[in-house]
């Protein structure tokens, strides 16, 4: 019989995921703490990633990548995040910054740049958030206005992951103010076009070896082929097909960050003793064990299938990407949370591992998307999917309901939700 990894993964996945577990024990475990402390980015990590070859492993062949997808991004990702889930993230964000080119680009762009990012010549970075724009992705300000041949931005961007330490840097901005549906387009800004600036290197509650930049945009001027895919208008929908894409990114590294806090909170439950016994022998302790452990493995799953569903190119891949980035990230806090609880005092102290993971863990609930916008999109495609279930009127009485002290007819259900997915 054969392995059920054999099944699901791929050799290449199952290369990847090994090389990963290397570059982690050697790289990431020794100076994770230091790294943390000092702010500093992990550039040892970063460069035996590229040498590997991990920075294509989302990018198709032809532009120098191995083409091995969401799937082969999320097992590298959480090995990653295992042994620190803050570089987790800074190489994950790579795939945030360049997915817009993939999804839509040009192909000049993409012959341009996916080749720079693939080698990890060029590291990314996606400038969506604004200071009053972030879960309105849609409500932006910052603007490109058109000129002859070119594009002038101005503005300010907000929590730009890897900001000061991008090449490259898809960022999102104002070109029709008039238009609903095509206010946005992306453009693709790079670290030296003048008056592009990192104005501010945000101090973190956690995941603080990656910078997350406030950036500028003081009259960066731009030829229109740095114009996302040629044509303006497209910017929120790409914004969103690329958020679809990376947020299974997100959710492996809430996966990493989970595993790595049980391997740290199983380890240390069978040395801690008390009461001349180690605390694993204790109930208390096996129930909250055996609950992390359920609930990581869960999120693992919902996360592999989402990396799967988005290499299969599946129209249902927003909902999926949605839930596993949201199932997964409430993990990742509850189970860091309860790992500090079992480390109990040294786990509220810096010099363990643990408290890192618990303030690493927190950042994955709010950016790619609050959890509460996760629910919102699962609950606006579950709307949109009762269209289907019209076999289920008949068992549905057409009934009425007081409300408000007036009465009203469900009629149809799904086809009332059918006009509301519609609207
Ligand atoms: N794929 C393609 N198109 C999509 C789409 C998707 N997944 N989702 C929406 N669209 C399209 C819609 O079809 C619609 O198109 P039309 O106008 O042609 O009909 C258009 O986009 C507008 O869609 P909505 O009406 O659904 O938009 P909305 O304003 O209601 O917003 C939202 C929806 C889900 C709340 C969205 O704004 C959102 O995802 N917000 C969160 C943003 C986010 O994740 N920010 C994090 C940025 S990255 C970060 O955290 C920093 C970092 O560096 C890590």
Redesign the pocket.
């Given at each position: 019989m054969q392995p059920l990894q054999n099944i699901i993964f791929t050799d290449a996945h199952q290369k990847w995921r090994e090389m990963a577990r290397e570059i982690a024990i050697k790289h990431l475990l020794p100076g994770a703490a230091k790294h943390d402390q000092e702010a500093s980015y992990n550039e040892g990590a970063f460069s035996a990633a590229a040498e590997a070859g991990m920075l294509g492993i989302w990018i198709p062949k032809a532009y120098g990548g191995s083409e091995d997808g969401i799937t082969g991004l999320a097992l590298v990702v959480e090995e990653f995040s295992k042994a620190d889930p803050a570089f987790g993230?800074a190489f994950a964000?790579n795939a945030?910054?360049s997915i817009p080119l993939i999804v839509g680009g040009t192909e000049e762009q993409k012959q341009k740049y996916l080749p720079r990012v693939a080698s990890g010549e060029a590291a990314c970075?996606?400038?969506?958030?604004e200071k009053f724009a972030?879960?309105?992705?849609?409500?932006l300000s910052v603007r490109a206005e058109k000129g002859d041949g070119t594009w002038t931005i101005r503005g300010e961007k907000k929590?730009?992951?890897?900001?000061s330490r991008a090449d490259i840097i898809s960022c999102f901005a104002v070109t029709d103010p008039e238009s609903?549906?095509?206010r946005i387009s992306a453009f693709i800004v790079e670290k030296d076009d003048p008056g592009f600036a990192i104005k501010k290197i945000e101090p973190s509650m956690g995941i603080r070896s990656v910078p997350?930049c406030e950036t500028s945009y003081d009259g960066v001027v731009l030829s229109d082929d740095r114009l996302l895919g040629g044509k303006p208008g497209l910017g929120?929908?790409h914004?969103?097909?690329t958020?679809?894409l990376?947020?299974p990114g997100?959710a492996a590294q809430a996966v990493g960050t989970a595993a790595g806090a049980l391997e740290y909170a199983t380890t240390y439950a069978t040395r801690r003793r008390q009461f001349s016994q180690p605390i694993a022998g204790f109930q208390m302790v096996q129930a909250m064990l055996a609950d992390m452990g359920m609930q990581t493995e869960a999120a693992r799953w919902l996360v592999y299938l989402c990396a799967a569903m988005a290499d299969s190119g599946s129209k249902k891949v927003?909902k999926i990407?949605a839930m596993s980035k949201c199932f997964a990230t409430d993990t990742a806090v509850k189970v860091a949370t309860d790992a500090v609880q079992i480390f109990g005092g040294y786990g509220f102290m810096e010099d363990y591992p643990i408290a890192k993971f618990y303030r690493d863990a927190k950042i994955l609930q709010?950016?790619?998307?609050?959890n509460q916008?996760q629910r919102?999109?699962i609950a606006?495609n579950l709307v949109k999917e009762s269209a289907d279930f019209d076999y289920l009127s008949d068992y549905i009485p057409v009934e009425t309901q007081s409300t408000f002290g007036g009465e009203y007819e469900i009629a149809n259900t799904s086809a009332a939700a059918a006009a509301a997915a519609q609207d």
């Open positions: 993230v964000v945030l910054g970075a996606f400038a969506l958030s972030g879960s309105d992705a849609g409500g929590w730009t992951t890897n900001g609903r549906s095509r997350v929120f929908k914004s969103m097909m958020l679809d990376a947020r997100v927003t990407a709010i950016y790619e998307g609050t916008v919102i999109v606006r």
